[in-house]
């Protein structure tokens, strides 16, 4: 499975980016999926996922009720909808996908694929 990521960028504190990560190469449903960001100096963790159907959904903490993650299974992608965003949220963005996982997992090594990663950066 190929994952490629995009949509990162420079925004300002407050404002809203979407993230998008485009699947290939496998069957899509297969796959449990998330994002993943790593600021520098700190441990890759798990900002959201979701299951192959789009019905179980996780968010870290930090970011409840700011992010939105979602899936598009008719066109292999998966978004990540961030708003409100803070210069806290500063960091490269990964999307990955877990072969056959029935929920969440936040140890980044037990995943599958990765995307090439997307920086996003919120200026205060």
């Known amino acids: 499975v190929q994952l490629q990521a995009s949509g990162g960028g420079l925004v300002q504190a407050g404002g809203s980016l979407r993230l998008s990560c485009a699947a290939s190469?496998?069957?899509?449903?297969?796959?449990?999926m998330a994002w993943f960001r790593q600021a520098p100096g700190k441990e890759r963790e798990l900002t959201a996922g979701i299951n192959w159907s789009g019905g179980s959904t996780y968010y870290t903490d930090s970011v409840k009720g700011r992010f939105t993650i979602s899936r598009d299974n008719t066109k292999n992608t998966i978004y990540l909808q961030m708003n409100s965003l803070k210069p806290e949220d500063t960091a490269v963005y990964y999307c990955?996908?877990?072969?056959?996982?029935?929920?969440?997992?936040?140890?980044?090594?037990?995943?599958?694929?990765w995307g090439q990663g997307t920086q996003v950066t919120v200026s205060s």
């Open positions: 990955a996908a877990d072969y056959d996982r029935p929920y969440y997992g936040d140890n980044f090594r037990e995943y599958d694929y």
């Open positions: 190469g496998g069957t899509f449903t297969n796959y449990y």
